[in-house]
C-alpha cells in the first residue's frame, strides 16, 4: 500500500515567488492534515480537510496561503508571495476516520526554502 | 493553551543501551493523548507509540516504553537494547481528549537521536 506522498522534497524559491506543495494521500482517507516545521521551532498545525471541505483552518498563518483539495483526493498548499518566514518543512498527514481511534500516517514532508 | 516541552536537542546512546528521551507538556484538560513519532532522516514520521491519559497503566511496544507521570506532566520515552536503526529525530505531541480536528496534534521541538555502533 501507498504511505502519503508529497512533491516536491525540496523546493528553492526566490521571495515574492510562488510554490505549490502537492500531498498525496493514502486512497479512501477522508482526512488530511497540513503541518509545517520552521527550523527550530515545533511542528506547528495548518488545517484539516475532511474530504474536499476545510474542517480546520485555524492554523493558516495568513492569506497568503492557500489549500485545496478539489474532489477530495489530492491537496495542493499554495504559498503566493513567499515571504523569507516560509521557510520550512511541510507535512502531510491523512487518517482513514477521525475520533478516539484515529491513526495518522505522514508524509516525508517538502522541505521549503524562501531565499 | 496547550504546550510540549522537549528539553534535550540532541541525544545519543552506544548501540545496545538503554536511552530515555524527556518531554514534559501543559494542558488543564483532564483526558488526552500523548504520543512519540520517530522521523529517519528524509523518511516519513511513523508512530512510534500512544498513551492514553486516563490509563494509569504505561504503554510499552517492544523495545519502546514510557513513563507517564500525569500528575507531574510528564512523559518520557524509554528505548531499550538501541539500534542503529533508532537513530532518527523524536517528536513528542499531544492531542485533545474529545474534539475540534483529531489530527490537531500540538508537538514539542524534537530530539535528535544518535545510535553510536
Known amino acids: 500500500e501507498a504511505g502519503v506522498t508529497q512533491f516536491p522534497s525540496h523546493s528553492v524559491i526566490e521571495k515574492g515567488q510562488t510554490v505549490t506543495l502537492r500531498c498525496d494521500p493514502i486512497s479512501g482517507h477522508d482526512n488530511l492534515y497540513w503541518y509545517r516545521r520552521v527550523m527550530g521551532k515545533e511542528i506547528k498545525f495548518l488545517l484539516h480537510?475532511?474530504?474536499?471541505?476545510?474542517?480546520?483552518e485555524s492554523g493558516m498563518p495568513n492569506n497568503r496561503f492557500l489549500a485545496e483539495r478539489t474532489g477530495g483526493t489530492y491537496s495542493t498548499l499554495k504559498v503566493q508571495p513567499a515571504e523569507l518566514e516560509d521557510s520550512g518543512v511541510y507535512f502531510c498527514?491523512?487518517?482513514?476516520?477521525?475520533?478516539?481511534?484515529?491513526?495518522?500516517?505522514f508524509g516525508s514532508g517538502t522541505q521549503l526554502s524562501v531565499l | 493553551a496547550q504546550t510540549v516541552t522537549q528539553s534535550q536537542p540532541e541525544m545519543s546512546v552506544q548501540e545496545a543501551e538503554t536511552v530515555t528521551l524527556s518531554c514534559t507538556y501543559d494542558?488543564?484538560?483532564?483526558?488526552?493523548?500523548l504520543f512519540w513519532y520517530k522521523q529517519p532522516p528524509s523518511r516519513q514520521m511513523i508512530l512510534v507509540i500512544r498513551?492514553?491519559?486516563?490509563?494509569?497503566q504505561n504503554a510499552t511496544e517492544n523495545r519502546f516504553s514510557v513513563n507517564f507521570q500525569k500528575a507531574a506532566k510528564s512523559f518520557s520515552l524509554k528505548i531499550s537494547d538501541s539500534q542503529l536503526g533508532d537513530a532518527a529525530m523524536y517528536f513528542c505531541a499531544y492531542r485533545r481528549f474529545d474534539g475540534g480536528s483529531q489530527g490537531n496534534l500540538i508537538f514539542g521541538k524534537g530530539t535528535k537521536l544518535s545510535v553510536k555502533p
Open positions: 494542558t488543564s484538560e483532564s483526558d488526552y493523548y
Open positions: 498513551q492514553e491519559a486516563y490509563k494509569q
Open positions: 480537510f475532511v474530504k474536499e471541505s476545510k474542517q480546520d
Open positions: 498527514a491523512s487518517s482513514q476516520r477521525a475520533g478516539t481511534s484515529e491513526k495518522l500516517f
